[in-house]
């Protein structure tokens, strides 16, 4: 079974809002990705986890907080967000960072109002 | 800094035809290359990977090739088909990255 699965499909939030992505994958991988992806643009890689810990973070304002809590679940917290955050968020996983093929979660379509 | 070609941006072709989708990437030190489809509002789907040191993959209708020292692949769909059209991103990662770099991808439209 090569699926990552992510929820919400749809997600629409206020600017004061608190809400949670959620993304979970049952292959064993050890590396969990969060990606961001605007219309018409490539994916924008956001955080990355190798073995639970996060090992990249690109500059990402801190409105966006990771989470892994175990090795087959990954969580992105979303607090104050922008309009411009508005975006398709993708999740993604692979045996270990840096290596081997990466599956793609369906992603959570976002709308901040 | 690795940067990841594809174009044409946009191809519009009718059903039947071979096609061949270019990628082209600046840095040459690669640990592999992975070919995706994305459909619109969906996530990626991973076609084919290739490893650097290989020279193609196969799957089905396509083939991916590798070209390391020119910097270059190339996926070869056989027979298009309606069910084809989509967008079409190649990505790069280099050796002791965990950062995939991707082109801006190619839109397929097969025309029944």
């Known amino acids: 079974d090569t699926e990552v699965t992510q929820t919400p499909k749809h997600l629409v939030m206020g600017m004061t809002n608190k809400k949670s992505l959620k993304c979970e994958q049952h292959m064993g991988h050890r590396a969990m990705y969060w990606y961001k992806q605007k219309a018409k643009k490539p994916p924008e890689l956001m955080f990355v986890y190798s073995y639970e810990k996060l090992s990249i973070n690109e500059s990402v304002p801190s409105r966006f907080s990771p989470e892994c809590p175990n090795s087959s679940l990954l969580n992105l917290h979303l607090h104050a967000l922008q309009p411009e955050d508005s975006a398709l968020y993708l999740c993604?996983?692979?045996?270990?960072?840096?290596?081997?093929?990466?599956?793609f979660g369906p992603g959570t379509r976002l709308t901040v109002t | 800094k690795q940067e990841v070609t594809q174009i044409p941006a946009a191809l519009s072709v009718p059903e039947g035809e071979n096609l061949v989708l270019n990628c082209s990437f600046t840095?040459?030190?690669?640990?592999?290359l992975q070919w995706f489809r994305q459909d619109p509002g969906k996530g990626l789907t991973s076609l084919l990977l290739?490893?650097?040191?290989?020279r193609e993959q196969t799957s089905g209708r396509l083939n991916a090739s590798l070209d390391k020292s020119s910097g270059r692949s190339t996926l070869y769909i056989a027979a298009s088909q309606p069910g084809d059209s989509a967008t079409y991103l190649c990505a790069v990662i280099r050796g002791g990255s965990e950062k995939l770099v991707f082109g801006k991808g190619m839109k397929l439209t097969v025309n029944p």
């Open positions: 993604a996983s692979s045996q270990v960072a840096g290596t081997g093929e990466q599956y």
């Open positions: 290739i490893q650097s040191s290989q």
């Open positions: 840095d040459s030190a690669i640990y592999n």
